[in-house]
């Protein structure tokens, strides 16, 4: 079984920035995939948008949505991975789960790839 735990949400005017940690209980070279998704209000839980994933061999992937504003890093020793966010819109609001995938082949972001998922940390972004 493994634990994640974010942290890091709070409120930020617009153009600002915000660091989110997610702790993991595991070493993330365990990991096959990791990442970072966003839900929206009213959305459900299934309408998580991916937003970054670094698998097995540290290959970093973005959605559209976030490519250039958005960074995902990792520190396997503190069995901590981040998600670095610039640059930030309204549109950015939303709870943030960080998930990953345990002995998955394919790392990606849809909802049904990952095996393990954090609470969620609130991020609201005002205008």
């Known amino acids: 079984q493994v634990q994640l735990a974010e942290s890091g949400g709070g409120s930020v005017q617009s153009g600002g920035s915000l660091t989110l940690s997610c702790t993991s209980s595991v070493y993330l070279h365990s990991t096959s995939c990791i990442g970072w998704y966003r839900q929206p209000p009213h959305f459900v839980e299934h309408e998580r948008e991916g937003l970054a994933t670094i698998d097995r061999d540290g290959k970093i992937s973005y959605a559209?949505?976030?490519k250039g504003r958005f960074t995902i890093s990792k520190d396997n020793s503190k069995k901590t991975f981040y998600l670095q966010m610039d640059s930030?819109?309204?549109?950015?609001?939303?709870?943030?789960?960080?998930a990953a995938d345990i002995g998955g082949t394919?790392?990606?972001?849809?909802y049904y790839n990952m095996d393990y998922w954090g609470k969620g940390a609130m991020v609201t972004v005002s205008s």
């Open 64 to 66: 559209d949505s976030v």
């Open 88 to 98: 930030l819109k309204p549109e950015d609001t939303g709870m943030y789960y960080c």
């Open 106 to 110: 394919f790392c990606h972001s849809g």
